[in-house]
């Protein structure tokens, strides 16, 4: 597509509930990064995908939380048992290659943990 | 000490002024650096990369000291539109291909009428 697309762009759900995103990347970028910005915070990295490579999960802040990439495409962030303190924009952004090229963000999915 | 360091703001200047933000690094390796531009509530864009040598696009001016790991942003006559938050963003690493972007929390930039 044009650009990097993420669904939804709100999301409010129940402290405890499962929740799944999802990132579409510009067609052609082999490398495609989440990270969540708080309210007035700045951006932290949660994981990335290059390629077929195995991802870099470093960032996860828990085993709440994974993400996969199929066929080297569509993301999916998956939170289980959702925590009022995961409320946050969820960013994810793709780019050619590596970090050479900076990055296309999406505009984020705002998530309400209530 | 945090990887990416810049003064928060905000910074209130008239139209027509010029402002300068900058920013530091604490990962010498680093090998890639860029800033970009937050509006509120928006996702951030790329503004523009920083090059060893320095480099202009329009009013926007960036550079970059390695010896010092500090990098620069001039915005000569700023515009109302120029205000945003603006984010320095740094690829730390040995290897540059293998390691995500950290941003700086951003400098805030009000152009006042």
């Known amino acids: 597509g044009a650009g990097v697309s993420q669904s939804p762009s709100n999301k409010v759900t129940e402290k405890g509930k499962d929740v799944e995103l999802r990132c579409d990347p510009i067609?052609?970028?082999?490398?495609l990064y989440w990270y969540r910005q708080s309210l007035g915070q700045g951006l932290e990295f949660l994981i990335y995908?290059?390629?077929?490579?195995?991802?870099?999960k470093s960032g996860l802040p828990s085993d709440r939380f994974s993400a996969e990439r199929t066929g080297g495409s569509v993301s999916t962030l998956t939170i289980q048992r959702t925590q009022q303190e995961d409320s946050a924009v969820y960013l994810c952004?793709?780019?050619?290659?590596?970090?050479?090229?900076?990055?296309?963000f999406g505009s984020g999915t705002r998530l309400t943990v209530v | 000490r945090k990887e990416v360091e810049q003064d928060p703001g905000p910074f209130n200047v008239p139209e027509g002024a010029t402002v300068a933000f900058n920013c530091t690094y604490s990962?010498?390796?680093?090998?890639?650096f860029f800033w970009y531009r937050q509006d509120c509530r928006k996702e951030p864009k790329l503004l523009m990369s920083?090059?060893?040598s320095g480099n202009e696009d329009g009013r926007f001016t960036a550079q970059l000291n390695r010896a010092s790991q500090y990098i620069s942003l001039l915005i000569r006559d700023s515009k109302l539109s120029d205000s945003a938050t603006y984010l320095c963003v740094v690829n730390s690493g040995e290897n540059s291909g293998n390691t995500p972007l950290v941003f700086g929390k951003g400098t805030r930039l009000s152009v006042i009428a």
């Open positions: 952004a793709s780019s050619l290659a590596y970090g050479n090229y900076g990055y296309t």
């Open positions: 067609s052609g970028h082999t490398a």
């Open positions: 920083v090059y060893s």
């Open positions: 990962n010498s390796a680093s090998q890639s």
């Open positions: 995908f290059q390629g077929n490579s195995a991802p870099d």
